[in-house]
């Protein structure tokens, strides 16, 4: 594969200065319309020790308009990100629409190191990288221009280049935190380079191999090969609506079921009074005491409520709440998005919620709005968008699970009837009153629609990892206590079982129950050393 | 002081359950009314041990609308939060205007433990008490509500309330972190709650003294006081226009001088071309090599940039970013706030991009905005507003200066007529078409209101830990050259001489410059252990 890598191509000083001044004036237009177009760019980077990555980066930062450009290295993880899911870390440096980010490895970095160590296997890489692709599809649906470069060089030219490095005291690279030293076995890091390149170099996402050799042919090459990327996209972005620049892959269409599994739901269950109060004052003991331990045990738990409107979502939450100490939870109302969060995918805003090791975070409301509100009202998402939502919401859990934390969800049903009782009650009773509004109204209208959606999303959305619990809620009593109670029980197993093994990945880490901080197991040797 | 908070005071469960229902009532109503006037509600719990603030939380969850309200203890410090400035890490929770937190200790917590531990005088502590005043001055003045409530109970009562706390197994209490065992030494924690009191009693933001030996009593207390400190901001509102929400307080009026300090720069310097080839080459060797030491000794870099128009504020970024390696730096350029952050205080856009120990983030343009677009066009600050940033942008440089960021302003002059030869140069070449706009020619004619807002800040905001470096830009090498060379004049400087102690304060932690890590220096035995 890297043979087209070797050839030692070169651009003499003259060709450089005079392509170069064209270029810059090139990628500063572009880079303009990116902006105005909304585009989000993120320009990886990667390959071979030596190649000089960060003079790249540094060339890009003279040609480009530096201001909506940010360079990401992923030298250190901090405590803060170790205690969250892996992706945590990518999430909070995807540029928001418009901007650029230049990514030294991102996700490529670890999964490439850990098998280099001999931390994973071939399959297990492949697992992970697996996973990469859906998450660059992701971003790239949701109209995102991904860049991937490699570069390469031979093993005799790198060796020369690492020499000449390591004489010379000022060297950025001697400077460099120390990573596995990739250089001493060329073969071999050439072997995962070229595994990891043909799993993830998709149309949507394509790698672009770049000789390295040469540090002028090299500079020019990136800087062609990036404007005529952007160009490419902004093509796309003419000739296309950009609510529809998802395609749906892999998603065959299910036809709606005439019964669904809320009808099925008994929905006179219920609750005397007498029963509410003594169950409700044990089950808020042992859930206090759950999060205590969870806390200790630095297992985080999310928790999702999504329900018809008046179902008593707000009621559920504040009995759990009411028993949980007040410093370990916090509730996240989802609202309309800010603008903040508008300018990049939507699952960045509940990224940016999820608890550190050990806390609670409870979703009133969720990113199940995406299949619901979305799919149902006009002009809110696009067929493809909210089809292909299914797939990134259980990718995204699966993320979670694996994380350790413990996902646990709330459907909450009423019936018709139900509802429009307390709908009239709530615009009788003062201090109800601010619940309800014309929306309420109207959402309710909308009921034949709303019906198949949740239907779907129950079932597409049960995975092993993150199953629905439905809830009855004609009977507020009833419901409180089968929430408590199925919450009780799922942190309870999920204290007992460990983080869910979704798949055997390459990136994964332990979870260290004493630190609550997810690690790289210990570091053996690289082969052979 | 607290002699009135061991009467005894308790009130019945009947009495409980009536005032209860209607007390919930109002403070939903004032809490919905505080989201329509915007105004960010902060709640302090401090206190002696065992009072119950946990309780009292729980009691305020369960009254309030708990989808905007926060709560946040600051039991362990990230290191993410010790790589910053110490107020970083309240920067980061102070709630959106509409909307309330909880914060259990906040910024009284650590001076509180320190004089408690005996690691810091009496004097160091009014010091910190001192800032305290000031920051809390600033949000109020910023349209914030503080409540700080102090529960307080007589010695006997303490002691029984801990013993039966310790005994029953499924107490929050008993899960809660280790902090200082302050139950032990009642007299001397009395003692300096006190201090703390009399120094922090401010009518901007007064602490409520409330008696926590009966439970019932405590809460409503805590419910009432809360419901009418609301309800006396809130009609505060009605009498005033927001903007106008500010006094100045301390701040003498400068009579703006007729010759200024931008009229004595020379704007004649100049630097020749093969000069400034050979500096400019030399210099941005000698920068790359601080960054990196600077990144080993894990000190943060500040730079400010502020200027003309076309002062060549974007070529002498380049030339600083073009030496630096790109995974060390970040520019910040600074436009229009987003939603997220007009909803804040405006410092606090600067406060949430502060470096981590170690990083450079330049600021391209920055809270000298307030002193200067704010001041001079219409409708962005009351002239209160502006006017008492000078006080608070030095208290923010020197929290900075202090936790050994080093902070390098600039200013950059360049005179009306080269200024217009720019404007003119920018319409006409293509790629620096996109620098010029209708806003900087209006910009351009209100240059007579510019210029004392520029001269007024640079003397007040010219301060021993924070200096402004005046730059002649008239000539585009002399002033690109002029600013690489002061940058790395004030690096060597500041690692040389480590974090400035601008006065010694009782919560300052220790730079640990091997960690990058500020801590609290080693901890003996409370007094009399």
């Not at 019906?451 to 779907?456: M, Q, R, S, T």
Request: aromatic share 10%; net charge neutral; hydrophobic share 40%.
């Amino acid at each position: 594969m890297f043979e087209g890598s070797k050839i030692g191509r070169f651009v003499s000083k003259e060709d450089y200065r005079r392509e170069q001044s064209d270029l810059r004036t090139e990628l500063l237009v572009v880079q303009r319309e990116l902006r105005q177009n909304k585009i989000p760019v993120m320009i990886l980077l990667a390959g071979i020790e030596g190649a000089g990555k960060g003079e790249v980066t540094n060339r890009l930062n003279l040609w480009l308009d530096t201001r909506h450009v940010q360079t990401h290295a992923f030298w250190d993880e901090t405590d803060e990100e170790r205690a969250r899911p892996r992706y945590w870390r990518f999430w909070r440096v995807v540029p928001a629409r418009g901007e650029m980010a230049i990514l030294f490895g991102a996700w490529y970095q670890d999964p490439i190191e850990q098998r280099f160590r001999g931390l994973c296997t071939d399959a297990e890489l492949d697992m992970e990288l697996a996973r990469i692709v859906d998450f660059e599809r992701m971003l790239v649906q949701d109209g995102a221009l991904i860049v991937k470069f490699w570069f390469h060089m031979a093993e005799a030219d790198q060796k020369a280049r690492l020499k000449a490095l390591s004489r010379d005291d000022r060297s950025r690279w001697k400077m460099l935190p120390d990573k596995a030293k990739f250089s001493q076995h060329y073969q071999e890091f050439e072997r995962i380079g070229e595994r990891v390149i043909l799993h993830t170099d998709r149309g949507i996402s394509p790698w672009f191999l770049v000789e390295a050799t040469d540090r002028r042919y090299r500079d020019l090459t990136v800087g062609k090969t990036l404007l005529e990327a952007i160009r490419t996209r902004l093509d796309q972005t003419d000739a296309m609506e950009p609510s529809a620049s998802g395609r749906v892959l892999g998603l065959p269409d299910v036809a709606t079921a005439q019964v669904t599994l809320i009808d099925q739901l008994d929905m006179t269950l219920a609750l005397p009074q007498a029963e509410y109060r003594s169950e409700l004052k044990r089950l808020q003991a042992d859930l206090n005491e759950l999060a205590w331990q969870a806390y200790k045990a630095k297992r985080s738990t999310v928790l999702v409520f999504e329900g018809l409107d008046a179902a008593g979502k707000g009621g559920a939450i504040r009995r759990i709440t009411g028993a949980i100490d007040a410093r370990l939870f916090r509730t996240i109302p989802i609202a309309a998005p800010t603008d903040e969060e508008t300018a990049h995918h939507y699952l960045w805003r509940f990224w940016r919620q999820i608890p550190r090791a050990g806390y609670i975070t409870i979703y009133d409301r969720s990113w199940y709005g995406r299949v619901l509100v979305e799919r149902v009202e006009d002009g809110l998402a696009s067929d493809a968008e909210w089809r292909r939502a299914y797939t990134e919401i259980n990718l995204f859990e699966e993320q979670l699970a694996e994380h350790g934390i413990i996902l646990v969800k709330f459907w909450l049903q009423v019936s018709q009837d139900e509802q429009l009782r307390r709908f009239e009650e709530r615009e009788r009773v003062p201090y109800k009153r601010y619940k309800i509004n014309a929306e309420d109204w109207r959402n309710r209208e909308r009921w034949p629609l709303y019906k198949p959606a949740i239907n779907e999303m129950v079932t597409r959305t049960s995975t092993e990892f993150a199953s629905w619990n439905l809830i009855e809620a004609n009977d507020k009593c009833y419901a409180r206590i089968k929430v408590l109670r199925l919450l009780c029980e799922q942190i309870k197993k999920g204290l007992e079982q460990g983080p869910v093994s979704v798949r055997a990945t390459c990136g994964a880490r332990r979870i260290d129950s004493k630190s609550g901080n997810g690690r790289a197991a210990t570091e053996p040797e690289p082969p052979g050393a």
